[in-house]
Antibody, heavy 123, light 113 residues
Framework: EVQLLESGGGLIQPGGSLRLSCAAS????????MTWVRQAPGKGLELVST????????YHADSVKGRFTVSRDNSKNTMYLQMSSLRVEDTAVYYC????????????????WGQGTTVTVSS | DVVMTQSPLSLSVILGQPASISCRSS???????????LNWFQQRPGQSPRRLIY???NRESGVPDRFSGSGSGTDFTLKISRVEAEDVGVYYC??????????FGQGTKVEIK
């Protein structure tokens, strides 16, 4: 069974830092790009960061660029999100998502989501 | 970024009646590989999102056949042929054609009348 287990969320003051982790199991982790998606309270879904299967390529949404860094350790089947200079507007549930796998003819996108970890930025 | 616009944003449906959600993109979602990467997700209250439909019209394993997706180019639709109580939640479309700049619609809340 494919599982994604996020951890590391919590209450943090504005300007602070936090590192989220996503432990993956049940699939060949290093074949998939991985993604962080967040959902602010009562709001919709926003793609935050993506990392390629090898870890060599990353993407961050403009809203977090320069403050968040996504990384992965394929030997540990784990993805990370290092968040710094946190703002009140970063308050959200952060989901780890099995992002993308492409065969020669087609890609599969965002097929499995974790249960999420809550980050609350408040003084 | 590609803007995804859903309508309506809220839907109140009688049990057993059909429901339809529209999703429009600001750019064509046809990919150079011949596919169209338009997904639909369901988020039940208190749960994580779950992929229902991928590449416009392909149902995820285990998804009831009362759910169907259609469309092409910039116009897409999710239909529920007969709404059941377990269908209550928020539905999101998402484009992945312009990966990694994937974008979601605002969400459509479905409730039972």
């Amino acid at each position: 069974e494919v599982q994604l287990l996020e951890s590391g969320g919590g209450l943090i003051q504005p300007g602070g830092s936090l590192r989220l982790s996503c432990a993956a199991s049940g699939f060949t982790f290093d074949m998939y790009a991985m993604t962080w998606v967040r959902q602010a309270p009562g709001k919709g879904l926003e793609l935050v960061s993506t990392i390629s299967d090898s870890g060599g390529t990353t993407y961050h949404a403009d809203s977090v660029k320069g403050r968040f860094t996504v990384s992965r350790d394929n030997s540990k089947n784990t993805m990370y999100l290092q968040m710094s200079s946190l703002r009140v507007e970063d308050t959200a549930v952060y989901y780890c998502v099995k992002g993308r796998y492409c065969s020669r003819t087609s890609c599969s996108l965002m097929d499995v989501w974790g249960q999420g970890t809550t980050v609350t930025v408040s003084s | 970024d590609v803007v995804m616009t859903q309508s309506p944003l809220s839907l109140s449906v009688i049990l057993g009646q059909p429901a339809s959600i529209s999703c429009r993109s600001s750019q064509s979602l046809g990919h150079s590989d011949g596919n169209t990467y338009l997904n639909w997700f369901q988020q039940r209250p208190g749960q994580s999102p779950r992929r229902l439909i991928y590449k416009v019209s392909n149902r995820e394993s285990g998804v009831p056949d009362r759910f169907s997706g259609s469309g092409s180019g910039t116009d897409f639709t999710l239909k529920i042929s007969r709404v059941e109580a377990e269908d209550v939640g928020v539905y999101y479309c998402m484009q992945g054609t312009h990966w990694p700049r994937a974008t979601f619609g605002q969400g459509t809340k479905v409730e039972i009348k």
